[in-house]
């Protein structure tokens, strides 16, 4: 069974940094592609960052500069270093597992809200 399991979403300031996980389990993980999508309150789920299995990043426009993603095979892990967060980065944050886009598998999500 696949399991995708996120952790470390939290409240933070505008200006502050969280660190999110993503614990993987069921697939061949340094075969997959891994990726963090966002989905805000009215809004259209969009990508945030991806890493494929030879560790290329691809990141959305909005958070360029701002955001890291990154992957420990070993330990079946994908993170996201999220920085300099503003408001409108506020949404659930979903992990996802891409093979070839024929299997592609979502997590249950993390709440990151950025607010004073």
């Known amino acids: 069974q696949v399991q995708l399991v996120e952790s470390g979403g939290d409240l933070v300031q505008p200006g502050g940094s969280l660190r999110l996980s993503c614990a993987a389990s069921?697939?061949?993980?340094?075969?997959?592609?891994m990726g963090w999508y966002r989905q805000a309150p009215g809004k259209q789920r969009e990508l945030v960052a991806l890493i494929n299995s030879g560790g290329t990043t691809d990141y959305g426009d909005s958070v360029k500069g701002r955001f890291t993603i990154s992957r420990d095979n070993a330990k079946n892990m994908v993170y996201l270093q999220m920085n300099s967060l503003k408001p409108e980065d506020t949404a659930v944050y979903y992990c996802t597992a891409d093979w070839a886009r024929v299997r592609v598998y979502w997590g249950q999500g993390t709440q990151v809200t950025v607010s004073s």
């Open positions: 069921g697939i061949i993980f340094s075969t997959y592609a």
